[in-house]
Structures are given as structure tokens and as C-alpha cells.
């Protein structure tokens, strides 16, 4: 169990990651995603508190789990993108979408990739629609749409080591389509 120094050092490296101009779009990285998941929840806690620096004490945090996705026709997804997009420009401040659940869409996209590898050799059909795909575009143009505002709005996501590898992988990969960046916990426990 971490000693609670090490849990507030690794708070202040998220923190510090959500400040930065740089690595706007992160991932928590690290062993166990339930320490991960107290991690962020801690994060968004003191947030919500003002016990931050204050270029995050306005900050909101908007939860989004990718898997409610699943089974939503492109009407559903439009309609739900667009109630974010409203939420985000109704909100004067810094957004950070926290994308829950990265582990489920990399599977589903590995499934998805399984599934058309095995499909190659039927015969050609039409194009079949694909909400998880379709939100991750959204998700994309949402940031690079943002990206000259101040940097209002980020996304932050948590990942085992082994999730945030098969992020890496892919094409598109989804760190290069969201410009992820890792970070990873315990500090206390980089060389």
C-alpha cells in the first residue's frame, strides 16, 4: 500500500501534468487501475475543492464513458456530442473530459480489427457504421477545435502500462489521434 507521501506526490504529478502547456491531453499510467481510478478521483476532489493552483481552481471535470457508446446509431452519438459540445462552450473556464474507460476501447478495437481481418476474404459489403470510431473522431476534432482557445479543454484518461502500450499501437494510433501523453505512477517509484 502506498504511503500517503507517495499518494500526494503522485496527486501533484497529475496535477502538475494538467498545468502544463504542453502535455495537455494525459494519461495516468500505471499498475492497478483501481489505484489509478482513486488517483484521479483524489485529482478531481481537490479540484472541485479549490485546493489546486489556481489555473485549475475553475476547472471543470466532465466524466465520459466510451462504452455508452457501444450500441447508439450515428443520430444518438451526433446528438450526445453535440449536448458536450453545448456543455463545453456554456462553461467559461478549463474543461478536462475524463475519458474513463481507454482499456474497453482499445479492446473494442482490437475486436473490430479481429473482425475485419476475418472478413477480409467474404465478399465486399457496404460500409457498416461504427460509433466508437465515430465518437474517437469527435473526441478529436473537439481538442484541435479548442486547441487555439487557451487551451480550454483537455482529456485525461487512466491506462495499465500494457493499455497504454496497445494505445501506442494502431493506426491511428489513439495517442497520436488525441495527442496523448503518459504519466506515470508512483513517481516515487521512477528511476
Not at 139 to 159: F, Y
Request: glycine share 4%; hydrophobic share 35%; charged share 30%.
Amino acid at each position: 500500500k502506498p504511503r500517503p507521501s507517495d499518494r500526494n506526490e503522485d496527486v501533484m504529478s497529475v496535477i502538475d501534468s494538467l498545468m502544463s502547456r504542453k502535455k495537455r491531453n494525459t494519461v495516468v499510467v500505471g499498475e492497478c487501475l483501481e489505484t489509478l481510478e482513486g488517483l484521479v478521483r483524489e485529482v478531481m476532489e481537490r479540484a472541485e475543492k479549490g485546493e489546486v493552483p489556481e489555473g485549475l481552481k475553475d476547472v471543470k471535470f466532465i466524466k465520459l464513458t466510451l462504452s455508452s457508446f457501444c450500441n447508439l446509431s450515428r443520430e444518438e452519438v451526433e446528438q450526445r456530442i453535440s449536448d458536450l459540445k453545448c456543455l463545453i462552450k456554456s462553461h467559461s473556464k478549463r474543461m478536462v473530459v475524463y475519458l474513463v474507460d481507454l482499456e474497453w476501447v482499445i479492446d473494442f478495437r482490437a475486436s473490430s480489427n479481429d473482425t475485419i481481418l476475418r472478413d477480409q476474404h467474404q465478399p465486399r459489403r457496404s460500409f457498416n457504421y461504427c460509433p466508437i470510431e465515430h465518437v474517437i473522431k469527435e473526441i478529436r476534432d473537439l481538442v484541435l477545435e479548442h486547441d487555439n482557445e487557451c487551451k480550454k479543454l483537455s482529456l485525461m484518461g487512466i491506462a495499465t502500462f500494457q493499455t497504454y502500450m496497445r494505445c501506442r499501437s494502431g493506426g491511428p494510433s489513439l495517442e497520436s489521434t488525441w495527442n496523448l501523453h503518459a504519466i506515470p505512477v508512483p513517481a516515487s517509484s521512477l528511476g
